[in-house]
């Protein structure tokens, strides 16, 4: 069964193949293995997601590689209009801790990928992710919703060149260019929302992650002294300022990796469950999306009511796992997406915080929406809540508990 489906495989043939290309070994090494074999044309796709990384070096190298036409997009806006801001209003982080900056990202790239292709009149996308990780699952299920008679290819599942020495002298014999820059024994995955980085030593549950796998934050043991103060102003359950200054998303999300970075805020350690069915130890960090994630809850403490504010977490972790799981163009997103938006109409105003070594709290919120209101609260002067009713009010929310133990009593005489 299993050779009858390899070979199967191998057979197929396709005439032109649009393939996600980031520039490193395995995506470089994937234009030629495709090539030799599915006989095809090749055209790379790269997507700017922030990543900070020369896209017009990258689409010469693709060329060189032995791409016909090389495609590169910058959809930093896009992504954070329509993927990013989604999930903070959404508050979804993952397992309660992974902003997941890399699995938002998928969806784009691939309904990008499957884009180019039908422009392109090709039959087949194809994307370098492992066999056993999460993005083949995202890339794929994307695919699969947006244009399923595309065929998809994912060579690392396929290909023989299973070492990273495999794939160097692979390269070699091609004349391919290989990154000669000494790697990092690391995987990582960067984009504007946050940075991954896996294997190596952190392989080992117990062990620290190494000083060297920081990209995005400094060691808080190095930050600046002292601490900073700053104010985000949410509409909408959106940041749309940071101390009073309006900032496109962009900008606003780059100000505020610069400053957490700084002081070392947004590093996270933990281990995962993956949708392939393991788990595994993940390093993350995300400096400007602790911030925006903490201020935008607290925000919410004060603008929703109670009942929703807790359906709201319920929720999230419907959400969360749409996004983890990459089934971000299913109709159950649609579906939750009417409540969210609702949910965020009240969600304005803005959250001050103080921001030092290693750390970011809240000092401050306010909103003209807010359902604080200081003379229940307060227990000075100008007191209005009304006491009394509490007693009353105490009778009947604990009445089905003192029936209970009438009976429990009874039951214990009984015996
Ligand atoms: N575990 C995360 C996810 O599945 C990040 C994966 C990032 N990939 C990487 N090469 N480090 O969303």
């Known amino acids: 069964m299993q050779a009858f489906f390899a070979e199967s495989l191998m057979n197929k043939q396709y005439k032109k193949i649009v393939c996600a290309y980031s520039g490193g070994l395995d995506t470089s090494v994937m234009i030629p293995w495709l090539k030799e074999h599915y006989g095809a044309e090749i055209i790379t796709y790269t997507g700017d997601l922030g990543q900070g990384e020369d896209l017009s070096a990258i689409k010469n ?46 969806p784009l790239l691939s309904a990008r990928l499957v884009e180019v292709a039908l422009e392109h009149g090709a039959d087949a996308i194809a994307h370098g992710c492992t066999g ?38 692979y390269a070699v014999e091609r004349g391919i260019p290989i990154p000669i820059t000494k790697e990092k024994p690391y995987s990582i995955d960067q984009n504007l929302w946050g940075c991954a980085i896996e294997c190596g030593e952190m392989e080992d549950l117990w062990a620290e992650p190494p000083d060297d796998a920081w990209l995005m934050t400094k060691d808080p043991s190095n930050a600046p002294r002292g601490s900073i103060e700053l104010i985000i102003s949410f509409e909408n359950g959106i940041p749309v300022a940071i101390d009073g200054r309006p900032m496109g998303g962009v900008e606003l999300i780059r100000y505020l990796n610069d400053l957490a970075g700084t002081f070392g805020v947004g590093r996270i350690d933990m281990v995962e469950n993956r949708v392939v069915g393991l788990k595994s130890r993940e390093v993350y960090e995300a400096p400007a999306a602790t911030l925006i994630h903490m201020a935008h809850t607290e ?4 603008c929703l009511d109670r009942e929703t504010f807790n359906y709201k977490r319920k929720l999230s972790q419907d959400y969360e796992k749409i996004i983890y799981d990459g089934t971000w163009f299913g109709p159950l997103r649609e579906c939750l997406e009417s409540f969210l938006l609702k949910s965020q109409e009240t969600v304005c105003g803005e959250v001050r915080l103080r921001v030092s070594a290693g750390l970011a ?36 929310f604990g009445l089905s508990y003192r029936t209970v133990a009438q009976v429990r009593k009874r039951m214990l005489e009984n015996k």
């Open 299 to 302: 925000l919410e403490r004060i």
């Open 361 to 396: 709290r809240i000092t401050g919120r306010k909103s003209p929406y807010s359902l604080y209101d200081e003379g229940l609260a307060t227990y000075s002067e100008g007191d209005t809540f009304d006491r009394q009713s509490a007693e009353g009010f105490i009778e009947l």
């Open 132 to 169: 056993k990780g999460n993005d083949q699952v995202r890339f794929e299920v994307t695919a699969k919703a947006l244009a399923p008679h595309l065929g998809i290819v994912a060579p690392l599942r396929e290909w023989e060149l299973t070492t990273r020495e495999l794939e160097v002298d």
């Open 61 to 106: 190298k693709a060329l060189n590689t032995g791409a016909s036409h090389a495609v590169v997009d910058d959809l930093t806006d896009r992504f954070v209009n329509e993927f990013i801001w989604p999930a903070v209003r959404a508050s979804a982080l993952y397992e309660g801790m992974y902003p997941m900056h890399t699995a938002l990202g998928r």
